[in-house]
């Protein structure tokens, strides 16, 4: 497979070791990149959740597949997160291109950007873990009852329905603790001076522009691989969410003019040229033609006159 060569990738909320968990979907995704640099924003491994009767073999390829591409140069950040703040003992180790580390402070082409989990804003984890605790057994079980729903409307024809986005979209609770979060971790960036914050942990991928009297940042949230299906990537100075489902079906132009273009303007764009071609090809056979004629003339010991 032709891997697709970006500066940087950003993936989260993978939880490995649950029933929620797309690890053949990560492995494809995994397999079609060559990132220079792989960031794990945290609850990559679901130690929280974790089962020695439930760990396939695909999760397990999840894991072989990141330490094989931190041995083939790529630069790979492990931020911890909530369901693996186990791994918080082991900050700042460092083992040749894998790194764990609480949090991260990039440049990216001269402007600053700060990558956390973002577990720090969640009150319920700071003070009352075992509710935490309870409210992920009870996502992992609504997960398993989408799945057979999902599969079930598959047999009937229909589309796939989401129960946990629903009751995401219909609390207002949640609804307004996602926004909350969102605007903290913006206001916090843009008073530690960064142009860019990267965070997982809410399941919501975004990329959107906040702005203050303080100045303004560029939000960025690389959602999950339970649902969404989606991370972060970054190249040619710029942010782009990756969606599976949709991206993988999708050419990706790595041409940085073309980027740039959007469908009408690349239309435009091949037009001109095709009429820069025909006129220039007019040109030139005109003017061969006329080569032609005088050396027929000269030939025959003519003038033109």
């Given at each position: 497979?032709?891997?697709?060569?970006?500066?940087?990738?950003?993936?989260?909320?993978?939880?490995?070791?649950?029933?929620?968990?797309?690890?053949?979907?990560?492995?494809?995704?995994?397999?079609?990149?060559?990132?220079?640099?792989?960031?794990?924003?945290?609850?990559?491994?679901?130690?929280?959740?974790?089962?020695?009767?439930?760990?396939?073999?695909?999760?397990?390829?999840?894991?072989?597949?990141?330490?094989?591409?931190?041995?083939?140069?790529?630069?790979?950040?492990?931020?911890?997160?909530?369901?693996?703040?186990?791994?918080?003992?082991?900050?700042?180790?460092?083992?040749?291109?894998?790194?764990?580390?609480?949090?991260?402070?990039?440049?990216?082409?001269?402007?600053?950007?700060?990558?956390?989990?973002?577990?720090?804003?969640?009150?319920?984890?700071?003070?009352?873990?075992?509710?935490?605790?309870?409210?992920?057994?009870?996502?992992?079980?609504?997960?398993?009852?989408?799945?057979?729903?999902?599969?079930?409307?598959?047999?009937?024809?229909?589309?796939?329905?989401?129960?946990?986005?629903?009751?995401?979209?219909?609390?207002?609770?949640?609804?307004?603790?996602?926004?909350?979060?969102?605007?903290?971790?913006?206001?916090?960036?843009?008073?530690?001076?960064?142009?860019?914050?990267v965070c997982g942990h809410i399941h919501q991928p975004k990329k959107e522009v906040y702005e203050n009297k303080h100045g303004s940042c560029t939000y960025l949230n690389s959602g999950?691989?339970?649902?969404?299906?989606?991370?972060?990537?970054?190249?040619?100075?710029?942010?782009?969410?990756?969606?599976?489902?949709?991206?993988?079906?999708?050419?990706?132009?790595?041409?940085?003019?073309?980027?740039?273009?959007?469908?009408?303007?690349?239309?435009?764009?091949?037009?001109?040229?095709?009429?820069?071609?025909?006129?220039?090809?007019?040109e030139h056979f005109s003017e061969t033609e006329e080569n032609i004629d005088k050396d027929f003339l000269n030939n025959q010991g003519l003038s033109q006159d």
């Amino acid at each position: 497979m032709k891997k697709r060569k970006i500066e940087l990738a950003v993936i989260s909320d993978v939880h490995l070791g649950t029933y929620g968990c797309h690890a053949d979907e990560l492995i494809t995704y995994l397999n079609s990149i060559q990132p220079k640099k792989l960031i794990l924003n945290g609850d990559i491994i679901d130690i929280w959740q974790f089962s020695k009767r439930y760990f396939p073999s695909s999760h397990l390829k999840v894991l072989r597949k990141i330490i094989g591409m931190a041995s083939k140069g790529t630069e790979v950040y492990y931020i911890t997160g909530n369901h693996d703040e186990m791994l918080r003992k082991f900050s700042d180790t460092s083992m040749g291109n894998f790194k764990v580390v609480d949090k991260l402070v990039l440049n990216l082409d001269g402007k600053k950007a700060w990558f956390f989990h973002g577990d720090v804003f969640d009150v319920s984890i700071q003070n009352a873990k075992w509710l935490a605790k309870l409210g992920g057994y009870g996502y992992d079980l609504l997960i398993l009852i989408n799945s057979f729903l999902n599969w079930c409307l598959a047999k009937m024809g229909r589309e796939k329905y989401s129960l946990s986005r629903r009751i995401k979209n219909s609390v207002k609770g949640a609804v307004k603790y996602i926004n909350n979060f969102e605007k903290t971790a913006a206001e916090l960036a843009i008073e530690n001076d960064y142009d860019y914050v990267v965070c997982g942990h809410i399941h919501q991928p975004k990329k959107e522009v906040y702005e203050n009297k303080h100045g303004s940042c560029t939000y960025l949230n690389s959602g999950d691989w339970i649902e969404n299906l989606t991370a972060l990537e970054y190249s040619f100075k710029r942010w782009k969410i990756y969606h599976y489902n949709h991206d993988r079906l999708s050419p990706f132009f790595m041409d940085e003019d073309l980027k740039e273009m959007n469908m009408n303007d690349l239309i435009a764009s091949i037009t001109d040229k095709e009429a820069n071609i025909e006129d220039l090809t007019k040109e030139h056979f005109s003017e061969t033609e006329e080569n032609i004629d005088k050396d027929f003339l000269n030939n025959q010991g003519l003038s033109q006159d």
